[in-house]
Every structure is written in C-alpha cells, then in structure tokens.
C-alpha cells in the first residue's frame, strides 16, 4: 500500500516500527526511486537527504504487507 506520512518527530521510533515490519517498506523519493527501509544503509541515507530541523515534514512510504501497513498507520496515528 501506499502512503504519504507527516511530521515524524520521533525519528527512532520510526525506524523501530519499519524494523518491526515482516516485509519490505521503501521510501519513495522525488525523483521516484524506492529505497528499502529495512536496510540501515537506506534509513542513513534516506534521512540525510529529507531531515530538516529535526522533524521530516512527509514521507510517501510503500508498504507490501496489511500487517506492516496496519503498524505504520498506528504510529502514525498514536507517535
């Protein structure tokens, strides 16, 4: 499934949530690319590119699995 999330301020506990996830969650990024989020290498530099100011203001994230889409969708709803 595909998403767009918003105002991660939490950044560990995102990342926790992505670890947590059975199946591949990739970032998309402007230009398209999907960048697989289970990979550290991919979190580092994923973020070194989209952090501003502490916060990542939105994300569009793809998600293969409901179980996985079901715990990004609690973080984002509950932090």
Do not use: H, W
């Not at 989209?50 to 715990?71: A, C, H, Q, R």
Request: hydrophobic content about 35%.
């Amino acid at each position: 499934m595909r998403m767009k999330i918003q105002n991660i301020t939490n950044i560990e506990k995102f990342f926790s949530v992505v670890d947590q996830c059975k199946g591949k969650v990739e970032l998309v990024t402007g230009e398209g690319d999907r960048l697989n989020l289970k990979s550290k290498l991919s979190q580092y530099v994923s973020m070194a590119n989209v952090f501003s100011n502490g916060e990542i203001p939105e994300l569009e994230l793809i998600s293969y699995e409901t179980e996985d889409t079901d715990k990004l969708l609690d973080f984002m709803m509950k932090g």
